[in-house]
């Protein structure tokens, strides 16, 4: 009994170090693969912590705009169902409202390439998208509320 008790406190351990932000809430927790270490990983955006810590991190080393380009990094809010937020890295802008991203651990587990993400804010500023859900096949329903986005610049204020 005492060994199942340590393999069961480990177990906790590890999911509450394993956030998709690599360091936050844990109530996001998918297995091994998240999107901010992912993220980091492949763009030329080095921050760490949780992925909606990553907006305010950014202030000072990297320039932010609220417009999407070819390797920025989508910075998600923190909501009830993304705890620790999420980060997307942008692949392909197609239109105004309408980008190809790549990312982790959207769908759990996965990383997925190429994903298309568009803008549903009143102002066309990216504050608000919806996510291609794959499991459906089609745009989710779902709102979610975003900063902007990361660039792998130096810091000059928002760029239009």
Known sequence: MPGRFSSLACLLSLLVLTACGGGGTG?????????????????????????????????????????PRPGSVLVFR??????????????????????????????PGRVDHAVPIVDVSPRNDWTRVRVWWSPTGTMGRSVYPTYGFILPLPPNGWIS
């Open 78 to 107: 923190s909501t009830s169902r993304l705890p620790d937020g999420h980060v997307s890295v942008v692949r392909e802008v197609r239109n105004a409202r309408a980008i190809l991203v790549d990312q982790a651990n959207w769908n």
């Open 27 to 67: 109530r996001s927790w998918h297995g091994s693969l998240q999107c901010a270490p992912w993220a980091r990983e492949h763009s030329a955006v080095a921050l760490r912590g949780s992925a909606a810590s990553w907006w305010a991190q950014a202030q000072g080393r990297y320039a932010r705009s609220p417009q």
